[in-house]
């Protein structure tokens, strides 16, 4: 498996380490190609750890690094095995047997505007740099995992990728993050310092200078519910990056002193769930949103945008929480109004997602993907052979 990371704080990098723990559980041999594995899986028996460095913090010269070291592990495995699978993420190792993808770079614009003039620039070089690889080794390979349907929709309208090889498999949840516990509430509100009675809003993404998550209209739309007196909902932001200061000006701007929070970045995701009344997510572009999935999982009704994977999972009676349109901030206010003058029907109306996203885990999900796996042809044909390792361009 070659994959930025193996751990249990990231959404894909915590989909990557689900699968190599069932994989190691059944019994099968794994490397691991990536830039972090948690300790708990390098000691596993059976599992060779290949540990890739970023120079400097570069992701982009630890990109080229992943790959390198990819191509020579795959290379030297699958001749001592010839019926070794060798998984890869997106574009990030040019492999042609399977490739499971968590984003798609070319149905995900970049969305910097008001970004420093060196950030768009290195942004726009790099998405591009992202495609090429994209399409290059997802056209490539056999069979490929999509994490929805709109991910597998987008493989097949931007990269002509066969929908006969494309399987969609969801994002799996955790077993233990059921519906919150009144003293689990009541720790988790005491840690924010949050008063029991005022409704909590929570934004939980990266906060650097890309606005693909949304909060900028998020921001925009609290200005307009904060003009009303009456709006007594507090909005906490969860998430670390280079942007934050920029962020904290932007709130300083609109006047939302005092109406919104920032924590920085957390692993404390289960307690700020716990802790919150409503998640919002209004992005530009999610191939899935498993922090959505994890509200609904706490039993937290979760706003989203129209436009993130997970909403294809909501019912018809949920449709009310998502945002067709992730640039209509008026939209986004009027359903946050909605939600706030119905909290606890939506609460309600969400339990029965609540109890069908839990009943699949993350076990459950790397049980499909190995099935999947098993039942295409082992092997990597001698026509399909990977070239030799190219120097970044």
């Known amino acids: 498996m070659v994959a930025s990371g193996f751990h249990r704080r990231g959404g894909m990098e915590k989909a990557n380490a689900a699968l190599a723990e069932y994989l190691a559980d059944v019994g099968v041999p794994l490397h691991l190609v990536g830039h972090e594995v948690e300790p708990e899986l390098r000691e596993r028996p059976g599992v060779a750890t290949h540990l890739v460095p970023r120079p400097a913090g570069s992701f982009l010269v630890g990109e080229r690094l992943l790959e390198r070291t990819g191509l020579a592990v795959a290379r030297r495995v699958t001749a001592e095995r010839p019926g070794a699978r060798v998984l890869v993420n997106g574009g990030n190792c040019h492999w042609p047997d399977v490739n499971w993808v968590h984003s798609v770079h070319h149905a995900w614009p970049c969305s910097d505007e008001g970004a420093p003039a060196w950030f768009r620039a290195k942004n726009r070089l790099m998405k591009n740099s992202a495609r090429r690889?994209?399409?290059r080794t997802i056209r490539a390979a056999r069979v490929v995992l999509a994490n929805s349907e709109q991910t597998r929709l987008d493989l097949v309208r931007h990269l002509g990728v066969d929908p006969e090889r494309v399987h969609t498999v969801y994002l799996g949840a955790e077993p233990s993050w059921g519906p919150v516990r009144a003293e689990e509430r009541a720790a988790a509100r005491a840690w924010l310092e949050v008063p029991a009675e005022r409704p909590l809003a929570v934004f939980a993404?990266?906060?650097?200078?890309d606005?693909?998550?949304g909060l900028d209209r998020l921001l925009e739309a609290w200005a307009l519910l904060c003009s009303d007196p009456a709006w007594d909902v507090e909005l906490a932001v969860a998430g670390g990056g280079r942007g934050l200061d920029h962020w904290k000006v932007e709130v300083a701007r609109r006047g939302l002193d005092g109406r919104v929070r920032f924590l920085g970045f957390t692993e404390r995701v289960a307690?700020?769930?716990?802790?919150?009344?409503?998640?919002?997510s209004p992005t530009r572009y999610d191939a899935y949103g498993l922090v959505v999935q994890e509200a609904i999982c706490r039993g937290v009704p979760a706003?989203?945008?129209?436009?993130?994977?997970?909403?294809?999972?909501?019912?018809?009676a949920l449709r009310g929480m998502v945002v067709p349109d992730c640039e209509d901030a008026a939209d986004l206010a009027a359903r946050l109004r909605s939600w706030r003058g119905a909290m606890p029907r939506w609460k309600d109306e969400f339990r029965p997602l609540s109890d069908e996203l839990r009943s699949h885990t993350w076990r459950d999900m790397a049980r499909t993907i190995h099935s999947v796996v098993s039942r295409s042809a082992p092997g990597i044909p001698a026509a399909a052979e990977p070239p030799h390792p190219v120097a970044a361009r």
Do not use: H, N
């Open 133 to 135: 690889r994209e399409r």
């Open 205 to 209: 993404g990266a906060l650097g200078y």
């Open 211 to 213: 606005r693909s998550k």
């Open 271 to 280: 307690d700020l769930l716990a802790a919150a009344d409503v998640l919002v």
């Open 303 to 316: 706003l989203v945008t129209a436009r993130a994977g997970v909403a294809e999972r909501y019912p018809a």
